[in-house]
T-cell receptor, first 115, second 115 residues
Framework: SAVISQKPSRDICQRGTSLTIQCQVD?????MFWYRQQPGQSLTLIAT?????????ESGFVIDKFPISRPNLTFSTLTVSNMSPEDSSIYLC????????????FGEGSRLTVL | AQSVTQLGSHVSVSEGALVLLRCNYS??????LFWYVQYPNQGLQLLLK??????LVKGINGFEAEFKKSETSFHLTKPSAHMSDAAEYFC?????????????FGAGTRLAVHP
């Protein structure tokens, strides 16, 4: 299994600002997935990031709000732009488990609180 | 699109009692199914998965789940609950879209274990 590190683990942000979350994996992976977990709710897929191509966003999520970078096979960033209190969530980075079944390994998440 | 329904957002059991967490899925093709656990302030950890073969799958920490195609169910069980099992549990189904598998999560079930 892959070891996934996310930074920051938590942050308190002001309305209107932007924050970039980093995700580092200890091995090369093709697919990286960014999920959002709003308070008391389940996980919702934001986008899928492949190295060398534009991220693919799910319905309801747009690149202007959640720009994603994937510069190499071990690293990705997710930016939450122009934040509002509704963006207060846990943001989770995950990677494909390479079993071709959809199995994912998760980082410990980045807990954002927007005031 | 695939969907996952977890019956019961909160389940409470006594220590030593049977744990049963329910999960039903919608899928027109044989799915890949997963159970993940999330401890407080942590990411998600894979408990077990069904891909092919034996319909009763065993996972970590004494948990097991049975895939029942006729009932479109994948319920999670543990014969004897332990205090350390208190956590949030998520059922997930894989969906093949855009050339790869991605996970669709249920709403989650919070398990409380009392003495």
């Amino acid at each position: 299994s892959a070891v996934i590190s996310q930074k920051p683990s938590r942050d308190i942000c002001q309305r209107g600002t932007s924050l970039t979350i980093q995700c580092q994996v200890d091995s090369q992976v093709t697919m990286m997935f960014w999920y959002r977990q709003q308070p008391g709710q389940s996980l919702t897929l934001i986008a899928t990031a492949n190295q060398g191509s534009e991220a693919t966003y799910e319905s309801g999520f747009v690149i202007d709000k959640f720009p994603i970078s994937r510069p190499n096979l071990t690293f990705s960033t997710l930016t939450v732009s122009n934040m509002s209190p509704e963006d207060s969530s846990i943001y989770l980075c995950s990677v494909d488990g390479l079993s071709n079944t959809g199995e994912l390994f998760f980082g410990e998440g980045s807990r954002l609180t927007v005031l | 699109a695939q969907s996952v329904t977890q019956l019961g957002s909160h389940v409470s059991v006594s220590e030593g009692a049977l744990v049963l967490l329910r999960c039903n899925y919608s899928s027109s093709v044989p799915p890949y199914l997963f159970w993940y656990v999330q401890y407080p302030n942590q990411g998600l950890q894979l408990l077990l998965k069904y891909t092919t073969g034996a319909t009763l799958v065993k996972g970590i920490n004494g948990f097991e789940a049975e895939f029942k195609k006729s009932e479109t169910s994948f319920h999670l069980t543990k014969p004897s609950a332990h205090m350390s099992d208190a956590a949030e549990y998520f059922c997930a189904v894989s969906e093949f879209s855009g050339g790869y598998n991605k996970l669709i999560f249920g709403a989650g079930t919070r398990l409380a274990v009392h003495p």
